[in-house]
T-cell receptor
Framework: DTAVSQTPKYLVTQMGNDKSIKCEQNLGHDTMYWYKQDSKKFLKIMFSYNNKELIINETVPNRFSPKSPDKAHLNLHINSLELGDSAVYFCASRVLGQGDTGELFFGEGSRLTVL | GNSVTQMEGPVTLSEEAFLTINCTYT??????LFWYVQYPGEGLQLLLK?????DKGSNKGFEATYRKETTSFHLEKGSVQVSDSAVYFCALSRNYGQNFVFGPGTRLSVLP
């Protein structure tokens, strides 16, 4: 029973297209995140939602739009894809109510390749 | 701001060698500290954590001690195995968990 699940796992698309990645967690957590991991494995936080409310919105092109329909789901929509968007995107969740001690739980990642 | 610095990799060791991966942090107050591991083709998973000064986290033979005086959380293992080959990330959590910051990762390769 997967705790944090992302779909799709692999996505290959052309420049200029629009695509979405979905994330669902069944852990009852109240906070979800999107991270981008580049080819050198560097992890960069993009967005975070707490109970459907945006709490972290890092410097990310406005072509990226997160959407949280409920606290168990956080989707990422990307418009007008560019070559530099190629990366692995990770969804994660945690319980913010545990303060700074709660660990992050990660999905398996969605590898996006823009041609 | 909050940040995490790790030793640059890749680190290549022979099986049964001793491992140290250095991690230092910058943060206000008292963050919680974590080590995550990412095996090839997988997501990150928690390896160990420590939530206050002098705490020692341990798991699967790995250990790290929260040293506030040196702002460090170095990862150690007495005898590495080929199956430990992965990328290791040091991380901190601050500001009531909103800000979860990762280091750049250190790739470890263990040769038989």
């Amino acid at each position: 029973d997967t705790a944090v699940s992302q779909t799709p796992k692999y996505l290959v698309t052309q420049m200029g297209n629009d695509k979405s990645i979905k994330c669902e967690q069944n852990l009852g957590h109240d906070t979800m995140y999107w991270y981008k991991q580049d080819s050198k494995k560097f992890l960069k936080i993009m967005f975070s939602y707490n109970n459907k409310e945006l709490i972290i919105n890092e410097t990310v092109p406005n072509r990226f739009s997160p959407k949280s329909p409920d606290k168990a789901h956080l989707n990422l929509h990307i418009n007008s894809l560019e070559l530099g968007d190629s990366a692995v995107y990770f969804c994660a969740s945690r319980v913010l109510g545990q303060g700074d001690t709660g660990e992050l739980f990660f999905g398996e990642g969605s590898r996006l390749t823009v041609l | 701001g909050n940040s995490v610095t790790q030793m640059e990799g890749p680190v290549t060791l022979s099986e049964e060698a001793f491992l140290t991966i250095n991690c230092t942090y910058t943060a206000t107050g008292y963050p919680s500290l974590f080590w995550y591991v990412q095996y090839p083709g997988e997501g990150l998973q928690l390896l160990l954590k420590a939530t206050k000064a002098d705490d020692k986290g341990s798991n699967k033979g790995f250990e790290a001690t929260y040293r506030k005086e040196t702002t460090s959380f170095h990862l150690e293992k007495g005898s590495v195995q080929v199956s430990d080959s992965a990328v290791y990330f040091c991380a901190l959590s601050r500001n009531y968990g909103q800000n979860f910051v990762f280091g750049p990762g250190t790739r470890l390769s263990v040769l038989p």
